[in-house]
């Protein structure tokens, strides 16, 4: 096998027969003797002629060629179980993984399945009223699921990055997420693909349980051996030796649970700021360098810098997309950024944050290794407090910079809607100084960034959960607690859906017969 690039102009195809004589020529062969030829990546380069870049990878006839196959999932109706606690891509690849492995996942939901869930996020939107277990955050599927479904990670030293995308084309996504870059499946599909991976699991003998909240875990013996009561909230109870916590970022009462129980936990730094929203004509021409046409796909970005020590980066940019409200209770303005399969809004949105550790905030020490968690409740509390509603408060990136309060505020995709405000007093200090300073560097990297086009509102709080459950690095175990598997966004070991999945791969492998 032989890796190499190729380009291609944006809007016309790479035909077959481009690419199987690209490879003859890679390797040294005829036309002929070429056995296969497939783009393993595909980037966009629009520095100059806007392109796309392909990684090929090619064979010569007589090459071994090592071919992937789909997993084979066994039937595990009586095999020993293991409880999951969450449907996020943690919770469903464990079950995929217990599946290959002969044992039977049961899965146990506080939300309900994903078709239920839309009429909950519908709900929000439109009157304002959250379900504190059924949102854009809990349910089915996980916050991924109604929140974009980028695909992009830098985990791939942690495990086969390939091995979930190819699982997810075949439960329906489609096959361009298997060499697209920055591959990206829309909130339009992803109901359907985690339909499929339910009816999966459910025909091979797993459980899922909905509206099934834990509300403890208590340890019991069987004989001479260790297991777990699983207990929710209405006395159903499930047991097993061994349990997968895939909660999300943002399950606090099981952290509060540990903390009653004095399990071990550790505070854990995150970011925290502001959804930037722009036209997404103007970030097309900032990244196109003018050159957009309209079969081209919406522009992208990724920017960084450092402000007094601390780290201020965009977070999961959507193009072609819209913000949405992601509060799981009802007296807290959260966002977040989604796009559909096809990214045709008129609006390009993205999180503008700044990385907080416990010493930036000292005024929330007396909390413990709750620190960080309460400082990230009380700006979500304070942003709720001067809407009194889910109206996010809202201000012009310009007017941000100057402490300025908006006398108007552009047309925004947040259906709650927005309310100027003055996100300069409303942020705390360190925030707000450090995304000020920002604002002006990110328009010397992307001119034209910086506008007054371009709206801010807040607030963006659920990069990553500031919380970890610490677990042994080789066992994948709690540090204290046998046959308990801290896993994804909520033990503090992922961040979005492939590292989640494959957070969930590694610590379902790594659960005891």
């Known amino acids: 096998m032989k890796e190499f690039e190729i380009s291609c102009p944006v809007g016309k195809t790479l035909s077959e027969e481009q690419l199987y004589s690209a490879a003859a020529k890679a390797l040294g062969v005829a036309r002929n003797k070429v056995a296969s030829a497939e783009i393993v990546r595909r980037s966009l380069d629009a520095r100059n002629e806007v392109l796309y870049r392909y990684?090929?990878?090619?064979?010569?006839?007589?090459?071994?060629?090592?071919k992937y196959t789909l997993p084979e999932y066994k039937f595990v109706s009586g095999a020993e179980p293991v409880i999951v606690v969450g449907s996020g891509p943690a919770g469903m690849f464990a079950s995929l993984r217990l599946l290959m492995e002969g044992r039977k996942p049961i899965i146990l939901e506080r939300g309900k399945d994903v078709h239920?869930?839309?009429?909950?996020?519908?709900?929000?939107?439109?009157?304002?009223?959250?379900?504190?277990?059924?949102?854009?955050?809990?349910?089915?599927?996980g916050a991924g699921t109604f929140s974009d479904g980028k695909l992009f990670t830098r985990s791939n030293k942690r495990g086969d990055i390939r091995e979930v995308l190819r699982q997810l084309v075949s439960f329906g996504a489609d096959e361009s997420i298997l060499t697209d870059a920055h591959p990206h499946i829309g909130s339009d599909k992803l109901p359907r693909i985690v339909e499929n991976i339910r009816k999966c699991i459910i025909e091979h003998g797993g459980e899922y349980h909905f509206d099934c909240k834990v509300i403890d875990l208590e340890q019991f013996n069987v004989g001479?051996?260790?297991?777990?009561?699983?207990?929710?909230?209405?006395?159903?109870?499930?047991s097993a030796k061994n349990v997968i916590l895939a909660t999300g970022h943002s399950a606090k009462e099981i952290y509060r649970l540990f903390a009653r129980k004095g399990w071990a936990l550790e505070m854990k730094g995150f970011a925290?700021?502001?959804?930037?929203?722009?036209?997404?004509s103007l970030i097309n021409k900032i990244q196109y360098h003018g050159k957009y046409q309209p079969f081209m796909p919406p522009a992208e970005y990724s920017l960084v810098t450092q402000v007094e020590g601390r780290g201020v980066f965009s977070f999961c940019m959507c193009p072609g997309g819209i913000l949405v409200p992601s509060s799981t209770e009802p007296s807290e303005v959260v966002l977040n950024g989604m796009s559909n399969s096809m990214r045709n809004s008129q609006w390009a949105n993205a999180g503008i944050v700044c990385s907080v550790e416990a010493e930036d905030v000292p005024e929330f020490d007396k909390y413990g290794?709750?620190?960080?968690?309460?400082?990230?409740?009380?700006?979500?509390?304070?942003?709720?407090?001067?809407?009194?509603?889910?109206?996010?408060?809202?201000?012009?990136?310009?007017?941000?910079?100057?402490?300025?309060?908006s006398s108007s505020i552009p047309k925004t995709s947040y259906t709650p809607g927005a309310v100027s405000a003055p996100l300069h007093e409303l942020l705390p200090l360190g925030v707000y100084s450090r995304l000020r300073a920002a604002f002006p560097a990110f328009d010397r990297k992307m001119k034209g960034f910086y506008t007054d086009d371009a709206l801010l509102l807040a607030c963006e709080s659920r990069t990553s959960s500031p919380i970890r459950i610490p677990r042994n690095q080789e066992t994948m175990c709690h540090v204290d607690l046998p046959g308990i598997y801290p896993c994804g966004e909520g033990a503090g070991y992922a961040g979005g859906i492939v590292s989640s999945a494959i957070d969930g791969i590694l610590v379902a492998s790594s659960t005891t017969a």
């Open 272 to 280: 925290i700021g502001v959804r930037a929203e722009h036209p997404q």
């Open 224 to 238: 001479n051996k260790k297991s777990w009561k699983v207990i929710c909230e209405g006395g159903l109870t499930f």
């Open 116 to 141: 239920s869930r839309k009429f909950d996020i519908a709900s929000i939107g439109q009157r304002q009223i959250v379900n504190p277990d059924s949102n854009y955050c809990f349910g089915e599927g």
């Open 55 to 66: 990684r090929i990878s090619a064979s010569a006839v007589g090459e071994t060629i090592e």
């Open 369 to 405: 290794v709750f620190a960080l968690l309460e400082f990230q409740q009380s700006v979500e509390h304070q942003m709720f407090d001067f809407s009194n509603s889910l109206q996010a408060p809202a201000q012009r990136m310009t007017d941000f910079c100057r402490k300025i309060v």
